[in-house]
C-alpha cells in the first residue's frame, strides 16, 4: 500500500469538503447591507463592554452616535479601566444624549469580566433589541438600520454578523483573515440560516443582536458567567431552545481589528482556543484532543505542499508516486481555492492566498500555545487573570 498516496487521498477529500462548504457560504450567507429598509423601527440598546480600550473606544463610540436609525441608545460599560476609557467617554457624553456611561461594580465570584459588564449593560437597557459589540469595532452609518432590517426579515432570534478583520501589520495579515476563513470553510452557516438544526450554531462576539425575550428565555450572560467563549455559548444556547439565529456578512459595514501585532495575537488567542475544548470535555480529554484536531487541520493544508514539492524536486526515484504528486496537487489546489474565495469576498489581498500553508502552520502553533498557557495558568486579558476569573 502507498501509504504517501493513502494520505494525500485523505487530505484531498477533506479540503474539497471545506471548499465546497466555503463555496456554499460564499453563494449563501447574505450581506446585511442587502435587506430593503424595514418600515418597524423597535428601539435598540447597544451595549459596548470596555476594559482599557483609550486604543479604540473613541473610533468606536463615534460610529455608533452617527448611526442614522432613528431609535436607539448607546451604553458604554466601564470595566474597571485603568487608562483613559473613562475621560473619553465622559467627554464625548456632552452633546451625546444618546450615550449613556456605565460603571460596573465590584466584579462577583465566578463571573468573567467581560459578561458581567455586559450583565449589567443589559440591567439598564430598555430596547426591544439587544445589542453586544465590542469596543475594538466600528460601524458604517447604515449599520444599525439595515440589521435591524435584517433581524426582522429573517425572523431571527439572533443576529451575528461577521466583521472586516483590519489588517495592518505583518502579523495581522497573516492570521486575522484566517478567523473569517475559518467560519466560511468550518461552519455550516447556509445551512445554519435555512434551518433550526440545534447542532449547528456559529455566533460571532463582534455583534450580537438578540430580541430581548429571546435572551432572556436563554438566561442571558449570567447562564455563562464564567464562560470566556460567551458568543458561540451564547449562539448554541439559542440554537439549543429551538430559536433561530441567523449569521450574515457585515464586511461592507462592520471592521473590527482585534489586535495590532503578534504578541497581541498570541495573547489573545491564548485565552479562548483551547477552552473551546475544555469548556465542555475534562481536561484530560481536551488536551489530547485539542492537539490531535489541531495536528490533522495542519497537515491537511500544509502536507500536500511538501508531498508535490518533493516530487518537483526529484521525480525520479522519490519516495513520492507521480499518482500522489497528482492528489497532493489536487488538494493544494482546493485549498488555495478555498483561501482566494474569501480573500475576495472580503476584500483581502488576494496574494495572500498564496501563502495560506505559513499561515495555517503560524495559527498551529498559536493553537499550541493556547493549551500551554491555559495548563500553566498564564492566561490573562486586560490585565486579568482568566484563571482567577474562572475560579480555577
Keep these: 500500500m502507498d501509504v504517501v498516496l493513502l494520505s494525500t487521498v485523505v487530505c484531498?477529500?477533506?479540503?474539497?469538503f471545506f471548499f465546497i462548504m466555503t463555496i456554499l457560504n460564499v453563494m449563501y450567507v447574505k450581506k446585511v447591507d442587502r435587506y430593503p429598509d424595514s418600515a418597524e423601527c423597535p428601539r435598540v440598546s447597544v451595549i459596548v463592554?470596555?476594559?482599557?480600550?483609550?486604543?479604540?473606544?473613541l473610533a468606536c463610540v463615534s460610529s455608533l452616535l452617527c448611526q442614522d436609525y432613528p431609535s436607539f441608545e448607546v451604553i458604554a460599560v466601564n470595566d474597571h479601566s485603568e487608562d483613559?476609557?473613562?475621560?473619553?467617554?465622559?467627554?464625548?457624553q456632552e452633546g451625546h444624549p444618546r450615550l449613556s456611561m456605565l460603571d460596573c461594580v465590584a466584579l462577583p465570584a465566578g463571573w468573567t469580566g467581560k459578561n458581567w459588564a455586559c450583565h449589567e449593560g443589559y440591567r439598564q437597557a430598555q430596547g426591544e433589541l439587544i445589542l453586544f459589540t465590542d469596543a475594538d469595532t466600528q460601524h458604517a452609518p447604515h449599520f444599525l438600520r439595515k440589521a435591524v432590517a435584517a433581524i426582522l426579515h429573517e425572523q431571527a432570534d439572533l443576529l451575528t454578523v461577521i466583521p472586516?478583520?483590519?489588517?495592518?501589520?505583518?502579523?495581522?495579515?497573516?492570521?486575522?483573515?484566517?478567523?473569517?476563513w475559518l467560519a466560511y470553510c468550518v461552519f455550516?452557516?447556509?445551512?445554519?440560516?435555512?434551518?433550526?438544526?440545534r447542532i449547528v450554531s456559529y455566533s460571532n462576539g463582534a455583534f450580537l443582536?438578540?430580541?430581548?425575550?429571546?435572551?432572556?428565555?436563554?438566561?442571558?450572560?449570567?447562564?455563562?458567567?464564567?464562560?470566556?467563549i460567551d458568543d458561540?455559548?451564547?449562539?448554541r444556547r439559542i440554537r439549543q431552545a429551538g430559536m433561530r439565529c441567523v449569521a450574515l456578512n457585515g464586511a461592507a459595514a462592520l471592521q473590527c481589528r482585534m489586535y495590532t501585532g503578534m504578541q497581541e495575537i498570541y495573547s489573545g488567542f491564548a485565552k479562548n482556543l483551547f477552552r473551546l475544548f475544555s469548556n465542555s470535555l475534562p481536561t484530560g480529554i481536551a488536551v489530547p484532543l485539542c492537539s490531535l484536531c489541531w495536528l490533522f487541520f495542519c497537515t491537511v493544508y500544509i502536507a500536500p505542499v511538501f508531498a508535490a514539492a518533493f516530487f518537483m524536486l526529484r521525480p525520479q526515484g522519490s519516495l513520492i508516486s507521480p499518482g500522489a504528486a497528482l492528489v497532493a496537487g489536487m488538494s493544494?489546489?482546493?485549498?488555495?481555492?478555498?483561501?482566494?474565495?474569501?480573500?475576495?469576498?472580503?476584500?483581502?489581498?488576494?496574494?495572500?492566498?498564496?501563502?495560506?500553508?505559513?499561515?495555517?502552520?503560524?495559527l498551529f502553533t498559536i493553537a499550541m500555545n493556547s493549551i500551554i498557557q491555559t495548563l500553566t495558568g498564564h492566561t490573562e486579558w486586560k490585565g486579568r487573570s482568566l484563571h482567577a476569573e474562572e475560579g480555577e
Excluded at 483613559?84 to 464625548?92: C, D, E, N, P, Y
Excluded at 482566494?340 to 472580503?346: E, I, K
Aim: net charge positive; charged share 20%; proline share 5%.
Design 84 to 92: 483613559r476609557t473613562v475621560k473619553i467617554l465622559s467627554a464625548l
Design 332 to 362: 493544494i489546489l482546493c485549498s488555495f481555492s478555498s483561501f482566494f474565495l474569501v480573500s475576495t469576498h472580503f476584500r483581502y489581498p488576494r496574494i495572500m492566498a498564496f501563502l495560506y500553508p505559513v499561515n495555517i502552520f503560524l
Design 232 to 235: 458561540l455559548t451564547l449562539g
Design 164 to 180: 472586516r478583520f483590519a489588517t495592518i501589520s505583518l502579523a495581522e495579515k497573516a492570521i486575522m483573515p484566517l478567523l473569517i
Design 12 to 16: 484531498l477529500c477533506v479540503a474539497a
Design 188 to 197: 455550516p452557516l447556509a445551512l445554519m440560516n435555512r434551518n433550526r438544526l
Design 209 to 228: 443582536m438578540f430580541r430581548r425575550d429571546a435572551y432572556q428565555k436563554i438566561g442571558g450572560h449570567a447562564a455563562i458567567r464564567d464562560n470566556v
Design 49 to 57: 463592554p470596555a476594559r482599557n480600550e483609550e486604543r479604540n473606544i
